[in-house]
């Protein structure tokens, strides 16, 4: 039901780890169009469980329908500009505290200290591109998580977790159908992802980067679509 949206067999890797999709969570909110090609959307949703983050990922964070704990909740919100039928233009925020009121460490070695409870607010901020023409097809991400309290998180939760973590990809693809058949609602494409990402790209003072989170990655296939709704 995913993968004649995007290209490979999995989503890209800076949208399962540092966006971690498919995300969904509860809430409301508003959308429509402000002009001609700008829309816009606009929500208040339960937030992330930050006791699920991860020195590689926050996609443990996700949490599921009637289970969700609803003691923080968090603002997002998006724009996108359309100034032809080809391109597409956009960006998007998630603002709020991702605690849920269950983060609390000792912060200090005397046992008689109380612990430290953190509210983790998290900003990430996300730009994307998508250019589509004649065959050719573009697609562009680049987003960043702000994270504070990442001390205490990563102490509560036993491993590093960064105070900041960052990523990008962009993607090139040709199809090849309207050459090699004219008039055919097949669709055969050739497609080139280049993706780096750091999740550890800054860490809170007394803990070490892990190495891992560092990652970059080339895919390459070739997506055949026989209908639509059907990728090979």
């Known amino acids: 039901h995913e993968p004649p949206f995007y290209h490979g067999n999995q989503r890209p890797i800076v949208e399962r780890l540092i966006i971690p999709s498919t995300w969904s969570a509860n809430g409301l909110g508003l959308f429509g169009e402000l002009a001609p090609g700008l829309s816009y959307r606009s929500y ?16 443990g964070g996700r949490q599921k329908g009637s289970k969700e704990l609803a003691n923080d909740f968090s603002w997002v919100g998006r724009l996108d500009w359309e100034p032809t039928p080809e ?4 960006a998007s925020a998630y603002l709020g505290d991702q605690g849920q009121d269950g983060i609390a460490a000792d ?19 996300e730009a994307h591109l998508q250019y589509r023409s004649h065959g050719l097809e573009l697609r562009a991400l680049g987003v960043t998580v702000d994270l504070d309290d ?11 977790i960064g105070s900041t973590m960052e990523g990008w990809y962009a993607e090139i693809a040709y199809d090849l159908m309207p050459v090699l058949s004219p008039g055919s609602d097949q669709y055969l494409a050739p497609w080139l992802r280049y993706s780096a990402l750091d999740t550890n790209a800054d860490v809170p003072a007394g803990f070490s980067a892990d190495p891992s989170a560092d990652r970059e990655l080339l895919e390459v296939g070739v997506a055949w679509k026989p209908i639509s709704n059907v990728v090979i």
């Open 44 to 59: 208040v949703v339960t937030s992330l469980d930050a006791s699920g983050f991860s020195s590689g990922d926050i996609r």
């Open 87 to 90: 391109l597409l233009l956009g």
């Open 107 to 125: 912060m200090d070695s005397n046992p008689v200290t109380a612990d430290v409870e953190a509210d983790v607010c998290m900003q990430m901020y």
């Open 150 to 160: 990442a001390d205490v998180l990563s102490t509560a939760n036993g491993k590093t």
